[in-house]
């Protein structure tokens, strides 16, 4: 069962990173931060969903910032 299991998440994954093929930049930064943020989140608070809402939330805004044209 876990080889099914491995087998799904993977394809998952594969799927889930051909849709940022046409992304911008700042699109993918923006994406990133919430994934990396979410998941800060989630160790930080003990797995609540709160705080992962709240560290995709904070990444994702970080990550959209800090790619920003510079005027």
Do not use: D, F
């Not at 990396?36 to 904070?58: C, F, P, Q, R, Y």
Request: glycine residues 24%; proline residues 0%; aromatic residues 0%.
């Amino acid at each position: 069962m876990n080889g099914i299991k491995q087998s799904a998440l993977c394809a998952l994954a594969i799927v889930s990173l051909a849709g940022c093929g046409g992304m911008t930049t700042q699109e993918r930064n923006t994406a990133i931060g919430a994934g990396v943020g979410g998941v800060a989140g989630s160790v930080l608070t003990g797995g609540s969903a709160l705080g992962t809402i709240g560290g995709a939330a904070v990444g994702g805004v970080i990550g959209n910032e800090v790619s920003k044209e510079r005027r």
